[in-house]
């Protein structure tokens, strides 16, 4: 069964995630200040993988004449966003499906958090294209996401990533052997990696904003 499936992970998704990424509630709040960098009070938002509805639930408190687009694959993450939104949904518009289920737009910003690690480098170019084809020139995209660090050692920095998410006594042989088996099941690229996607599926002014063990974040412009 997939964890975004399964409903005790669904459960207790909205608990468990803050506690699994560096600073998250800080790297909504960034999201949103490189979003409102360009985008107007009244902005048209589109959120990838808006399941959970934790990203949204921050911009549109953040950003009350905002509105979103949201989109993900999991009926039941996209019930769990329903939930946490309560009557924010009334800002939202959530579809059921991939990036090419999402309406044309064109979108004044986008977001993709905790998303493209789960997708292979094929795949994550052809997500990627498909949320710039849907951007306004120069809207700004900003992701997260796990990523290796220059140098590699993979599971030395998802150890670390799992044991911050772990309890005051951390078990660092434990959290090895969830590393090789989370190396082995997401298709994780390098820093390089990523930037060097996001380019070639057209997006320009790449910068990094964001970095905490594994995970890293990036802004770049349509």
Same mark, same amino acid.
């Given at each position: 069964?997939?964890? %975004? @499936?399964?409903?005790?992970?669904?459960?207790? &998704?909205? *608990?468990? +995630?803050?506690?699994?990424?560096?600073?998250?509630?800080?790297?909504?709040?960034? @999201?949103?200040? =490189?979003?409102? *960098?360009?985008?107007? !009070?009244?902005?048209?938002?589109? $959120? $990838?993988?808006?399941?959970?509805?934790?990203?949204?639930?921050?911009?549109?408190?953040?950003?009350?004449?905002?509105? #979103?687009?949201?989109?993900?694959?999991?009926?039941?993450?996209?019930?769990?966003?329903? /939930?946490?939104?309560?009557?924010?949904?009334?800002?939202?518009? =959530?579809?059921?499906? &991939?990036?090419? +289920?999402?309406?044309?737009?064109? &979108?004044?910003?986008? +977001?993709?958090? =905790? +998303?493209?690690? #789960?997708?292979?480098?094929?795949?994550?170019?052809?997500?990627?294209?498909?949320?710039?084809?849907?951007?306004?020139?120069?809207?700004? =995209?900003?992701?997260?996401?796990?990523?290796?660090?220059?140098?590699?050692?993979?599971?030395?920095?998802?150890?670390?990533?799992?044991? %911050?998410?772990? !309890?005051?006594?951390?078990? #660092?042989?434990?959290?090895? $052997?969830?590393?090789?088996?989370?190396?082995?099941?997401?298709?994780?690229?390098? $820093?390089? !990696?990523? !930037?060097? @996607?996001?380019?070639?599926?057209? %997006?320009?002014?790449?910068?990094?904003? &964001?970095?905490?063990? @594994?995970? /890293?974040?990036?802004?770049?412009?349509?």
């Amino acid at each position: 069964m997939q964890p %975004f @499936t399964d409903p005790a992970a669904v459960a207790g &998704y909205a *608990e468990a +995630t803050p506690r699994k990424v560096p600073g998250f509630a800080d790297l909504h709040r960034m @999201t949103m200040l =490189l979003l409102a *960098e360009h985008a107007s !009070e009244a902005a048209n938002i589109l $959120v $990838v993988g808006a399941g959970g509805g934790l990203e949204l639930k921050a911009l549109a408190e953040a950003q009350q004449g905002w509105r #979103f687009v949201g989109v993900d694959p999991s009926l039941e993450m996209l019930n769990l966003g329903r /939930r946490v939104l309560g009557p924010l949904q009334q800002r939202v518009e =959530l579809h059921h499906g &991939y990036i090419d +289920t999402a309406p044309p737009g064109p &979108y004044d910003g986008a +977001t993709c958090l =905790l +998303t493209l690690h #789960f997708l292979g480098r094929d795949e994550r170019l052809c997500a990627l294209r498909e949320i710039r084809r849907r951007l306004k020139p120069g809207a700004p =995209l900003v992701v997260a996401h796990h990523s290796c660090p220059e140098g590699g050692k993979l599971r030395r920095w998802l150890s670390m990533s799992i044991a %911050f998410a772990g !309890e005051s006594r951390v078990d #660092f042989a434990a959290a090895s $052997v969830s590393a090789s088996a989370m190396a082995s099941r997401l298709p994780i690229l390098s $820093v390089s !990696e990523d !930037e060097a @996607t996001l380019r070639e599926a057209g %997006f320009s002014e790449v910068a990094l904003f &964001y970095a905490g063990f @594994t995970f /890293r974040g990036w802004v770049a412009a349509a």
